[in-house]
């Protein structure tokens, strides 16, 4: 286990067995049907994981999850279990993961990752520019930078293997991937949840630019919400009270770190570079805010 700050690198869990270490997750076998898995605060940017932690992130990202996967419960259910995570640890290795540990049921993931967008930025800003479009989806010409689009759009992508890149697909290929009645049901589901979440958040002082969406099935081919929800790192986040166009707008999220790291040298491939003390703790704060105007 590597600490820096009160900060949680990696997990070490003795008892259990680590099935994988992504990016931020570190996800243990608890049983056939269950898993546990223990949000780090490690941080990646660039798909390129970072060597230090963010203090306080993993805890962050799962209240906001929780709180997220309770209030979308109704529109689709979710891969949370109800297994208390004292059932399953004891001792330190309790303390260790308290407040960034989930156990859920075992699902089967999709293999598209589902985007939904109410402002145009980032990757999709991009190929606006080349061509007019969002993975396919003719968008109305003369748009600025970070203007909110005429409604919210779906635009998957395709899932990359840790230190590749998402590549933006069109809907046909999520119907090419999926089957027809499954993407329909992706992209409905992806855009009410954005919808709804968006009104909420509007109301508490935060645009949700875009986010993104993780689906599983179960065995008998039922569509859950898996992975995270509406966190600053699925989503960006923007303080609504300092949002102007033409620009990329200040966020809740990791873009501070993305600012950061594009006034490196730094060739975006591994190692990643060292973050120094302000960053780190500016970029620990942003999240923090993001939880608080959110939940409390």
């Known amino acids: 286990m590597n600490t820096t700050q009160d900060a949680l690198y990696r997990s070490d869990l003795k008892s259990l067995k680590l099935i994988t270490s992504g990016k931020v997750r570190d996800i243990y076998a608890v049983d056939d049907k269950h898993l546990l898995i223990v949000t780090t605060d490690r941080l990646s940017a660039f798909d390129v994981i970072l060597p230090n932690p963010i203090p306080g992130k993993g805890a962050v990202l799962t209240a906001l999850s929780n709180f997220w996967f309770a209030r979308t419960a109704a529109t689709i259910p979710n891969h949370l279990a109800?297994?208390?995570?004292?059932?399953?640890?004891?001792?330190?290795?309790?303390?260790?993961?308290?407040?960034?540990?989930?156990?859920v049921r075992k699902m089967k993931p999709l293999p598209v990752e589902a985007i939904a967008r109410g402002y145009i930025i980032g990757s999709g800003w991009k190929d606006y520019q080349a061509n007019g479009a969002i993975c396919g989806i003719r968008l109305p010409a003369g748009l600025q930078q970070a203007e909110q689009l005429p409604e919210a759009i779906f635009s998957?992508?395709?899932?990359?293997?840790?230190?590749?890149?998402?590549?933006?697909?069109?809907?046909?290929?999520?119907?090419?991937?999926?089957?027809?009645a499954l993407a329909e049901k992706v992209r409905e589901v992806s855009l009410r949840l954005y919808r709804d979440a968006a009104e909420y958040a509007k109301g508490r002082g935060i645009i949700i630019a875009d986010t993104k969406f993780e689906f599983g099935a179960d065995p008998q081919g039922e569509l859950y919400l898996i992975d995270e929800v509406l966190t600053p790192d699925s989503s960006r986040f923007w303080p609504a009270d300092s949002y102007r166009t033409g620009?990329?707008?200040?966020?809740?999220?990791?873009?501070?770190?993305?600012d950061y790291l594009e006034t490196l040298d730094w060739d975006k491939k591994p190692p990643g570079p060292s973050l120094p003390e302000e960053v780190i703790r500016n970029t620990a704060a942003r999240y923090r805010e993001a939880q608080t105007r959110l939940i409390g």
């Open 82 to 103: 109800d297994i208390a995570l004292e059932s399953i640890l004891q001792g330190s290795e309790l303390e260790q993961v308290r407040g960034r540990a989930i156990i």
């Open 156 to 180: 998957p992508s395709s899932k990359a293997e840790i230190g590749a890149h998402d590549v933006n697909i069109s809907y046909a290929d999520t119907k090419r991937l999926l089957g027809p």
């Open 247 to 258: 620009i990329s707008p200040p966020s809740f999220d990791k873009q501070y770190v993305r």
